[in-house]
């Protein structure tokens, strides 16, 4: 057995790169913030073959100093915390002290800063995590960091970047998210020269004492209000920038204060619902993270209103006391742990559920206000019984289907003999089946009820089944199997359907076609922004192609193809059954819904839908005896 020993320096580093600078975008995540800690107001960032070349980012903030250069590049030295006491309640950005590190393990770095009080900069490089000497430098006060040829000296870890093209819309993706936590900051981004991204800060207002005592409370009431307002006005106008004016226009304000907590934000009406998750962002004190307890409460916030194959939109922000949020749980910080979840969860979900309740208008200066409208008047409503078309035209087309399945069954001529349990229809008579208890549980369809469920005879009573729930099971379940055993059969579309893309689902395509392979699916780009669907699986509609896409697209940009094909298989192949089963109100032939009824019976967990519903329920004939009160 090898004898245990300590690494060396630079593996330790390379190692702890593969967590915090997974990709060009982690690398620039860290820098962001990193400037944002120096109070910087503005902020540049340059990159080259999607950040992989160079990655350059420029912040006029504190800047740091000479002596102190050669200490910013070494493991775990920050400025940031200096107890336990401090990581508890973190309040900067970054405080792990590693990203510079591993940068400089595993890419060229180099560092040049300038604080206020120096009359020129100073620049250190670092090549294979080993930091030179500080140099003299030209440089305004602030900081750049320069990243050229990341993985340099790892190839292995190289050989897993993806193209230039999914590289860069990770960069962005990142770029949007910081430049939305900050609107006071300005930033701007280029990439092979280009401008991508040119937003000016919107400075907040600055607090200015009262004018006299003689204004009193409502004097104080009014300028803290003004600041509010000033605050709100800087977040639309980022928000708007980033998002666009029509997200601006269906939203609604959220904002809400409670035992030291508050939440703010907008938050999209149903109307501006999203095939996929790419218009959500979720802040903790400034941070953007993905959490499951927000993001339960958030979609149960959303889900009366909202189709369940469709997505919200919002920008929130949560503030609340450091102490009671625990953001060292991973080392990219992109995860946090709430001390008290159930209360968190309880805040947001309420906070946005009334939000979205109150009715939305827009004021002269174009923001979004929530509850300025009186909900309109309500006419008088007067119940009356709902019109119920039963689809049994083809009456006589079910009873044959019936008599070519039963032997006990059928349409006989007309006689004077008169028997209590037959039907006349044209001069024939039609004697209800004697059904066994031995077959077909689900029986035989008789009609479908306001196009959502099918009515159905067996040997016990009346059976009404959910048809989309109970459709939506077959679909999964043979999705299931046939991905098990690689087999997913595929149809190429006549015509392919084309939309419109974000640069992370073009770059999602292009990083990800073995697994959209074994999907099912044959997605092209086939524009810088627009993406075709040329072929997918057989068990899908062709009418739900874009959304279906979609979906899995955004499955496998969250959590990436390894991920999306084992732990969260069940949940990719559910969204992609509820594409695949028949929809509410498509009215079907008795032949089809007895064919939906012999599917069921063939399927397993047929009598709950993927998302746990019941599928259909029995009424016995007894029941149905008390409800008539029949023999009493």
């Not at 607090?207 to 803290?224: K, L, M, N, V, Y």
């Not at 919002?314 to 006391?321: A, I, Q, R, T, Y």
């Not at 008789?446 to 009515?455: D, H, N």
């Not at 059969?489 to 959209?516: K, M």
């Amino acid at each position: 057995m090898p004898a245990i020993r300590l690494l060396p320096d630079l593996l330790i580093n390379q190692i702890a790169a593969g967590e915090v600078i997974e990709r060009p975008a982690a690398a620039l995540k860290e820098l962001l913030e990193n400037s944002l800690d120096a109070d910087a107001t503005d902020i540049a960032v340059q990159l080259e073959g999607g950040g992989v070349k160079l990655l350059r980012v420029r912040d006029n903030g504190k800047g740091i100093a000479r002596d102190e250069l050669p200490l910013a590049l070494m493991r775990h030295a920050t400025s940031k915390i200096a107890s336990l006491d401090d990581l508890q309640r973190v309040a900067s950005m970054g405080f792990r002290g590693e990203a510079l590190a591993s940068m400089a393990a595993v890419a060229h770095l180099s560092l040049t800063s300038r604080t206020v009080h120096d009359t020129h900069g100073w620049k250190v490089d670092a090549l294979n995590g080993i930091a030179g000497e500080p140099a003299p430098a030209s440089h305004a006060p602030g900081t750049t960091v320069e990243m050229r040829d990341l993985y340099f000296n790892t190839p292995a870890r190289r050989k897993f970047l993806k193209s230039e093209a999914t590289e860069f819309a990770w960069c962005e993706e990142v770029f949007k998210r910081i430049t939305l936590s900050r609107p006071d900051v300005a930033f701007s981004l280029q990439h092979n020269g280009k401008t991508v991204w040119q937003l000016p800060a919107s400075p907040l207002p600055i607090p200015s004492p009262q004018s006299s005592p003689a204004s009193g409370r409502g004097g104080e009431r009014e300028r803290q209000s003004s600041i509010l307002a000033g605050v709100k006005a800087a977040a639309l106008n980022r928000i708007s920038a980033i998002l666009g004016e029509e997200f601006g226009q269906a939203a609604v304000g959220v904002e809400r204060q409670a035992a030291g907590m508050s939440l703010q934000g907008l938050a999209a009406l149903p109307a501006y619902s999203r095939s996929s998750r790419d218009a959500q962002y979720f802040f903790v004190n400034g941070r953007f993270v993905r959490d499951k307890v927000a993001s339960h409460a958030l979609r149960q916030a959303y889900q009366d209103i909202l189709h369940h194959q469709r997505h919200p939109a919002f920008v929130l922000f949560l503030e609340m006391p450091h102490d009671l949020v625990d953001v060292n749980v991973h080392p990219a910080k992109s995860e946090v742990r709430f001390r008290e979840s159930q209360g968190i969860h309880q805040f947001i979900f309420h906070t946005l559920q009334q939000a979205l309740s109150i009715p939305a208008s827009v004021a002269e200066d174009g923001t979004v206000r929530a509850g300025l409208k009186p909900a309109p008047a309500q006419s008088p409503y007067f119940p009356k019984q709902q019109n119920m078309p039963l689809g049994a035209a083809q009456q006589q087309a079910a009873y044959r289907l019936w008599e070519a399945q039963t032997d006990n069954a059928g349409w006989v001529e007309h006689s004077d003999t008169h028997h209590p349990s037959t039907q006349e229809n044209d001069g024939y008579r039609y004697a209800p089946p004697i059904l066994q208890e031995s077959e077909h549980p689900l029986g035989y369809a008789l009609a479908q009820l306001s196009g959502v469920y099918i009515l159905a005879q067996n040997a016990h009573g009346l059976i009404v089944v959910d048809m989309h729930a109970a459709h939506e099971r077959i679909v999964y379940e043979k999705l299931k199997a046939s991905l098990d055993a690689e087999q997913i059969a595929t149809q190429t579309l006549l015509i392919p359907v084309s939309f419109y893309a974000g640069p992370l689902e073009v770059a999602t395509v292009e990083a990800e076609q073995n697994a959209l392979k074994k999907l099912g699916f044959d997605i092209a780009q086939i524009s810088p922004n627009t993406l075709a669907v040329r072929a997918m699986p057989v068990m899908l509609k062709q009418s739900e192609a874009e959304a279906a896409a979609r979906d899995v697209l955004d499955e496998l940009r969250e959590f990436g193809a390894s991920r999306a094909l084992t732990e969260r298989r069940d949940e990719l192949l559910a969204t992609l059954a509820c594409h695949g089963a028949v929809r509410a109100n498509r009215v079907l032939s008795i032949a089809e819904m007895n064919a939906l009824l012999r599917e069921m019976e063939q399927t397993e967990r047929s009598g709950q839908c993927n998302h746990g519903r019941p599928t259909w329920f029995q009424i016995s004939l007894d029941e149905l005896d008390k409800m008539f009160m029949r023999g009493k």
